[in-house]
């Protein structure tokens, strides 16, 4: 009847009625009980509820036959979960089943465990799934097995009585001939050992701490008790490779390869940080890695997996780049989840094995061409770790040409250009490749550029004078090229903006002489090119809504595509003014000034604005301050946006919020934006940035008067401006243009570029004992934190602290939240949740927390880390904020 259903409205009705009907049925209590609990199934498998039916699967468990019994436990396992509060009352049933002497009806019972099994089932019920493991028929056993890898799941406790039942099956050669037991064996075996090892002492334990000292000791007893049966383990795959053909084991030309991927995830959980362990799997490896065939998936499964044990083992060095060439075959197959694997695999190992991963290069770089779009961002991704300052130019070149040629693909064309500003700017050469492979990334690009990469560019133009008239040379031809087709215009709003921002500082560079094979440029010429792209770029209208192009089709879209433009023109008009003090032509300045004017009454407020501004700059004030004002900007520091670039690219399956959309091209502008205490709280690797403050006053020229009351040089910031590294979209568009915000604009109110408070600073930990250091000592509230570097040889990047809550008040702080940021570019934090909630009144250090710190970049930046800490004042019952600063 379902099937006949045309709508989902119809569909709807007709379950209804029919849940109407089973609910009759099942209070009747009539022959077709299983009937209905099937149909029940396939009810849930549609989405429908169907709790009223939970109970009389509890109830056809109980039943004597053995068709209704099998319907019942699949009911249960599908309609009920662990958590369902009706599930203990499956507990006698299944204890019963169990003993049952029908092998088939105590598979039922080992299957739900395995299944659904709750803690307390779990608990409850081990001792009768432990006498199955080893008593019970072969298809009983291995459903124990699995049985009992839900149960040392849930109860981790209970993982010493079925140590001594798999020493059993690993010694007996009896247990290994069913290859089905043996297989689910092999699944609790590795349970127990992953669940026990995966997490290592530097990484998740404090040693200093007695109980983490057991528990660390307990989960290491556990890979080396098994390691012992490695020689056992190795000879049943040695068989299993090189045994006749036998039909009943056979997949696609190989021998059980499920039994064979088995044992190899066990050999590469005991393999792992032994030498002596390693040494003795490698022969075995090398014949599994040239025995097995792999035209198909079978063998390819074996393949891979003995790649994996091969590169995470302590292997020879031959049977690595044995590992690697396998790798690089499964780069040449034509299935794309082979090809995904191998290039994560080798992503994966390319820093430890660099010069042997580079030898596929042209492997890897053929993956670019991929038409699946996975493949090619891990493509990407295995490019750029291989990435170094011998092969920059070549690889750079290849994922320039890639990025000519390739279709457009929004996401994927953003993270490569980011990725490609962070290889050229880590790797290039020299300054002057750097900046014109950039150039051409940003023409290259168009609207996919993201905004950071023209802060970058322009960072990099202000500290290279040398190349300044060049450039600038090359982004007037390169602009004049476009500025007639509209089209082109709009879909290259970064490279726009970077050279009408370089044709406004340089333009008087770019007038003196040209090289032999250069066009000479005049000064009329830049003037009409920067006039030309204005009027080429659509205005905005006063509904909002631009009057050359059709709208959007919505709102939001078409106000991101609006500020974009906006900021164009707000980037060529602060151009047109700048080139007043760069050229001498009257005419040009003259015909600069009209445009002002007639513009101080359009029906756009912010150009409006602007405009007015600059007519007064530029008319009403003396020549020596506006030269001052109008002069080149110093040298902007750009490393920080590098870094937040490496860091985004790094993310890139993420979405980020910086990443603009293609058809609103945007740019970054020279001058911060407030932060708010949270921002500050969070951006603790940016650096300290000064303050750029102005009088208030009622009109632009008092305020350039109560300005200029101190020299210029006063008033700005003596060390070089820092470009931001991302810039959101607000209703002041022109209100972030240059140093003149807040200085002409009283509407708009002072820039300002925050300024953080002196940090606390320590020196480094004492690696021979804790290092106390406080943190917060206000209203009888002190926090304390005790670090020390556990292995100073081997691992001194790992700092190991707690921090201890301390309450001096008579009565306690409640809803403690200790929170901290770092640098995400070099400092990696682990924090634990806190011993308890509240603080108690009169105690000392009773509360603590644990928490790590790695420092990437040990021995050349110090540990820094900001925090807030945020509790409930039960005298006052006021919630109150700390916070601090603190570099070790």
């Known amino acids: 009847m379902v099937r006949d259903c045309k709508t989902a409205e119809e569909e709807r009705k007709v379950v209804t009625t029919e849940c109407a009907a089973i609910r009759t049925a099942l209070k009747e209590q009539n022959q077709y009980r299983a009937k209905n609990v099937a149909k029940l199934i396939y009810i849930h498998m549609l989405g429908y509820p169907t709790q009223f ?100 799941s849930k109860c981790p406790e209970l993982i010493d009585n079925y140590i001594e039942k798999m020493d059993t099956l690993l010694s007996n050669e009896q247990q290994q001939r069913n290859h089905a037991v ?30 983490d000292k057991k528990k660390y000791v307990t989960k290491r007893k556990y890979v080396l008790h098994f390691r012992k049966y490695i020689p056992i383990l190795l000879k049943l795959l040695r068989g299993l490779i090189m045994s006749p053909y036998a039909l009943e084991h056979d997949v696609g030309g190989v021998s059980d390869p499920f039994l064979q991927v088995k044992i190899l995830r066990l050999l590469r959980v005991l393999g792992k940080g032994s030498t002596k362990a390693s040494e003795a799997m490698n022969d075995v490896l090398v014949q599994v890695a040239t025995n097995t065939d792999s035209p198909k998936n079978a063998g390819n499964a074996v393949l891979y997996e003995c790649v994996k044990i091969i590169m995470d083992i302590e292997s020879e060095k031959g049977l690595r780049v044995l590992g690697i060439n396998q790798l690089s075959k499964f780069l040449g197959s034509r299935d794309h989840n082979l090809r995904y694997v191998a290039l994560q695999m080798l992503a994966k190992v390319a820093h430890k094995d660099f010069h042997d991963v580079n030898r596929h290069q042209k492997t890897i770089i053929e993956c670019l061409k991929d038409a699946d779009l996975s493949i090619r961002k891990r493509a990407l991704d295995l490019i750029i770790v291989l990435v170094n300052q011998d092969n920059c130019k070549s690889l750079v070149g290849e994922l320039m040409t890639y990025l000519q040629s390739s279709s457009n693909e929004d996401s994927f064309k953003e993270q490569l250009t980011t990725k490609m500003c962070t290889l050229i700017e880590t790797y290039a050469p020299d300054k002057e490749w750097k900046i014109d492979t950039l150039l051409k990334l940003i023409i290259t690009s ?60 340089y333009a008087d560079l770019a007038l003196d002489g040209s090289e032999p094979d250069e066009e000479p440029i005049s000064q009329e010429q830049i003037v009409d090119l920067l006039f030309e792209l204005m009027s080429n770029i659509p205005r905005e209208s006063i509904n909002g809504k631009h009057s050359t192009t059709s709208s959007d089709d919505s709102d939001s879209s078409n106000s991101k595509w609006s500020t974009s433009h906006d900021i164009s023109r707000a980037f060529l008009l602060m151009a047109l003014v700048k080139l007043c003090s760069h050229i001498s032509d009257s005419n040009s300045v003259e015909r600069i000034k009209t445009f002002l004017d007639q513009n101080r009454n359009v029906m756009e407020l912010e150009f409006q604005q602007r405009c007015c501004e600059y007519y007064v700059l530029l008319n009403d004030l003396e020549e020596e301050k506006r030269r001052k004002i109008l002069d080149r900007m110093p040298p902007i520091e750009i490393q920080h946006i590098v870094n937040s670039l490496a860091n985004s690219g790094n993310n890139s399956n993420q979405p980020s919020s910086s990443v603009k959309s293609p058809k609103s091209p945007t740019t970054t502008l020279p001058i911060q934006k407030p932060k708010t205490s949270l921002e500050q709280l969070i951006s603790i690797d940016e650096e300290d940035q000064p303050v750029i403050t102005a009088p208030s006053g009622n009109n632009s020229m008092s305020i350039l008067e109560s300005f200029f009351d101190s020299d210029v040089t006063d008033v700005l910031p003596s060390n070089p401006i820092s470009l931001p590294v991302n810039n959101k979209s607000s209703g002041n568009t022109f209100g972030e243009m240059s140093l003149l915000d807040g200085l002409l604009s009283p509407a708009l109110g002072p820039v300002v570029m925050p300024v953080s408070t002196p940090p606390v600073s320590f020196s480094a930990p004492n690696q021979n004992g804790p290092r106390k250091v406080p943190l917060l000592n206000k209203n009888g509230i002190t926090i304390r934190m005790d670090c020390k570097v556990l292995d ?3 691992n001194p990047q790992l700092l190991n602290a707690i921090i201890y809550f301390s309450n001096s008040n008579s009565y306690e702080i409640s809803n403690i939240d200790f929170m901290m940021s770092v640098p995400k570019n070099y400092i990696n934090l682990q924090m634990f949740k806190s011993s308890d909630s509240k603080v108690p009144a009169n105690s000392d250090g009773k509360v603590t927390q644990k928490l790590k710190l790695t420092n990437l970049q040990h021995g050349v930046k110090p540990i820094s880390f900001k925090f807030k800490f945020q509790y409930k004042d039960e005298s006052s019952q006021q919630i109150v904020v700390e916070e601090g600063k603190i570099v070790l």
């Open 53 to 152: 039916g939970q109970m009389e699967c509890v109830t056809l468990i109980t039943s004597s036959k053995y068709p209704e019994k099998r319907i019942g436990y699949l009911a249960l396992m599908i309609l009920l979960d662990e958590n369902q509060e009706v599930l203990p009352l499956t507990e006698h049933t299944l204890k019963k089943d169990l003993d049952d002497k029908n092998q088939f009806v105590q598979a039922l019972a080992l299957t739900t465990i395995a299944n659904i099994g709750s803690v307390d089932i779990c608990r409850d019920l081990s001792s009768e799934v432990e006498k199955l493991l080893i008593t019970a028929p072969s298809y009983i056993r291995k459903k124990a097995a699995l049985a009992a890898v839900r149960i040392i």
């Open 182 to 211: 043996l297989i689910t064996s092999l699944c609790l075996i590795i349970e127990i050992v992953r669940a026990k090892t995966d997490d290592q002492p530097t990484q998740t334990q404090d040693l200093n701490n007695e109980d």
């Open 446 to 505: 168009g609207q996919y550029v993201r905004e950071e990469i023209a802060t970058v560019f322009i960072g990099l133009i202000t500290q290279s004078k040398e190349l300044q008239s060049r450039i600038t040379k090359k982004l007037f031809h390169t602009l004049k090229k476009i500025s007639s087709n509209q089209s082109v215009i709009l879909k290259q709003g970064v490279l726009l903006q970077v050279g009408v921002w370089c044709i406004g500082e």
């Open 792 to 794: 100073a040889v081997n």
